[in-house]
């Protein structure tokens, strides 16, 4: 929603303020202008940046829209979840919970937490994998502010070209200052694409991607937590920790009192009263 009115606003203010200046649409509607900037844009990254990388940025695109499908609190349920059934059943009951666990690094940690792995070692392989993800995915923001700062430039260039071509017509007076009008419309598209298009996505996917390394650092607390036996509500209590406002309203309100209907009994039979009273 902050996306879609951030749009109106921005675009709707330079518009109606052109309108407002005596101007109209057609004057700022320049399919020549957008095909350079655009694809001088487009093609100055794919020099920057390998395909696979200018790929995965495209499609990270959606999220400057869309909320990812994965929730921090809901990942907080499920490992509290898993943390009771462990308190219960043993860890090794886990693995029947593997087949239905769509999210890859929860699985692969679950997985080696079953397998027996060592706490010290779990938390050693999957930070390894943590760090090497958040270097590629550090790529996909920086893509898009490379790409708002090579568009103005492009849009330059595309006015130079405009006035080279009015510049050889001098002998038509009466369409010099025309000319001259389309010509700097290149640079407005190359300006107002890095401002209120590029630089603004690069913002977005940066945050949203943050929040998903926040979800993996939970994650990989919550299963090494599982792993060393702590209790369900401390666990819960930890994992929360890693919340900011960010991830809802209340997100840092304290620990949630709903349990996933799937979660199992509750444990303050299974646990202590010094464990309950912590």
């Known amino acids: 929603m902050a996306t879609l009115v951030g749009l109106v606003l921005a675009i709707g203010g330079i518009l109606l303020g052109l309108v407002l200046e005596g101007g109209n649409l057609g004057q700022v509607i320049q399919p020549t202008a957008a095909l350079i900037v655009f694809g001088g844009t487009l093609g100055a990254i794919l020099i920057q940046y390998p395909l696979a990388v200018a790929v995965s940025a495209f499609r990270r695109l959606a999220q400057v829209l869309v909320e990812p499908a994965q929730n921090a609190r809901s990942t907080i349920g499920i490992l509290v979840k898993y943390a009771n059934q462990a308190r219960r059943e043993g860890i090794i009951s886990l693995d029947k919970e593997l087949p239905n666990i769509q999210e890859p690094f929860l699985h692969r940690a679950l997985m080696l937490a079953v397998d027996g792995t060592e706490p010290q070692e779990l938390r050693k392989m999957m930070e390894l994998e943590l760090d090497n993800k958040e270097e590629q995915e550090e790529k996909i923001p920086q893509l898009f502010e490379s790409a708002g ?8 260039i595309g006015a130079v070209l405009g006035l080279i071509q009015v510049m050889q017509h001098l002998d038509k007076i ?28 690069a913002g977005k996917l940066r945050i949203r991607i943050r929040n998903e390394q ?30 900011t406002e960010a991830h809802g309203p209340a997100a840092v309100a304290g620990p949630s009192k709903a349990v996933p209907s799937n979660a199992g009994p509750s444990n303050d039979q299974d646990s202590s009263p010094e464990e309950s009273s912590v």
Do not use: H, Q, W
């Not at 700062?149 to 330059?156: E, K, Q, W, Y």
């Not at 009008?181 to 300006?191: D, M, N, P, Q, R």
């Open 149 to 156: 700062g090579f568009s103005p430039t492009i849009g330059i």
């Open 174 to 201: 009466d369409e010099v200052g025309k000319g001259i009008a389309v010509a700097f419309v290149a640079t407005l598209y190359g300006v107002g694409a890095a401002n209120l298009i590029l630089l603004p996505c």
């Open 214 to 243: 926040i979800i993996r650092e939970m994650t990989l607390e919550g299963v090494v937590s599982i792993l060393e036996g702590m209790n369900p509500r401390i666990l819960e209590a930890t994992l929360l920790g890693f919340l």
